[in-house]
Each structure stands twice: as structure tokens, then as C-alpha cells.
């Protein structure tokens, strides 16, 4: 007898699954990140003073470096938190506080807050070192001018609702054109290609 020609198996048809919604940021998660935002810019002060320790400019290039690393992570973590938040709308229909990433910014200054006002009666102890951790980047910045008026100690508290702000607002109205992964642009490529094909016919 012949043998069967084997076919091949068809597999039933897969359904595909929806992708699920990315997880809605919350005002703690976000004042979370701020914080360590706060100690990688300290640690980063930190590493580039010791690098440049002979260096007449030490404190200048601390200073110039960590500032730009605070104010690109602050724009960064609030812009994905913003992008987040669009998908999650556009994925379930529920609306997302758009004043998040303000509240959030600003709660995380509370404690900054609270020190600077300390500080403009008492410009020593245990609350002078606390608030020169929190905010390291700009302690070059505060030693310059904090003899001209102690409210230098309310500056830096201004960048991260200042940053937050503006790049939650333009993760949330998807201002920015979005990059497209390279499996994106292979299927677009195959789906134009076969395209061609069938207008050649």
C-alpha cells in the first residue's frame, strides 16, 4: 500500500490577546522615584567631586553635571509616567488626574520645604546637613549666595514641579513624535513589500 502523504497539521486558530494596559501611576509611586532621583544626584555629586578632587573647577563641574543629571532624570521619569498614563486612558476608558505629576512633584518637596524654612532662622546643625544631602547638586549654588538672602534655600525646590509639570504634560498629550521599534518598522516593511507585489499582478 502507498504510504499517506503526510500533510501538514493546521493548528487551530490562535486567538490573540489583548495587550494588557500598562499599570496607572500613582502619586506615591512618583514621589518615590523623586526621592531616589535625589540620592543618585547626591551619589553622582559625590563621584564626580572625588574624580576632579585636584582640579581648581571641581565644584563647578560637580555642580554643572549633577544639576543637568537631576533636571534630565526629573524630565525623563515624568515624561514614561505621563506616556503610561495616555496608554492606560486610551487601553481602559478610565480617565487619569492629570494633575498627578505636579501633586506628586510638589509633595515631594515638603520635606525641602519644611528645612528651608528652619533655615532662614537657623543656618547650622543636624537640618543645615540634612537638606545639603537632599539637595547636594546645587550646595555650590546655596553657599554663593546664601549670604545675600537666606530664601536661596526655596530654589531648588522649584525644579522638580517645574520639570515634572512639563514632561507629564507632554507624555499625557503624546506631544513627542514616538520612536517606533525595529519589529515595528520589519512589519511595516514586509506589509509594503506584499503591497507591491500585489499591484504588480
Excluded at 133 to 162: C, D, Q, T, V, W
Amino acid at each position: 500500500m502507498a504510504a499517506k502523504k503526510k500533510g501538514k497539521k493546521r493548528h487551530p486558530a490562535v486567538k490573540k490577546e489583548k495587550t494588557p494596559p500598562p499599570k496607572k501611576n500613582t502619586v506615591i509611586g512618583m514621589m518615590v522615584k523623586i526621592y531616589l532621583i535625589h540620592l543618585a544626584a547626591f551619589l553622582f555629586y559625590t563621584i564626580v567631586g572625588m574624580l576632579f578632587i585636584n582640579s581648581p573647577y571641581q565644584y563647578i563641574i560637580a555642580t554643572v553635571t549633577s544639576v543637568l543629571l537631576y533636571l534630565g532624570l526629573c524630565y525623563v521619569i515624568a515624561l514614561r509616567a505621563g506616556n503610561r498614563d495616555r496608554k492606560y486612558e486610551e487601553l481602559t476608558g478610565e480617565r487619569v488626574d492629570g494633575r498627578n505629576g505636579l501633586r506628586a512633584a510638589v509633595l515631594s518637596q515638603c520635606v525641602g520645604l519644611v528645612m528651608a524654612i528652619i533655615l532662614q532662622f537657623k543656618t547650622s546643625g543636624k537640618v543645615l546637613d540634612a537638606y545639603e544631602i537632599l539637595y547636594m547638586p546645587f550646595s555650590a549654588l546655596i553657599e554663593a549666595f546664601k549670604n545675600g538672602s537666606r530664601l536661596i534655600y526655596f530654589l531648588p525646590l522649584i525644579f522638580a514641579p517645574l520639570m515634572f509639570t512639563v514632561a507629564y504634560y507632554t507624555g499625557r498629550s503624546n506631544l513627542l513624535p514616538q520612536r517606533k521599534s525595529k519589529v515595528q518598522e520589519r512589519m511595516e516593511a514586509m506589509q509594503s513589500k506584499k503591497k507591491n507585489k500585489k499591484k504588480k499582478r
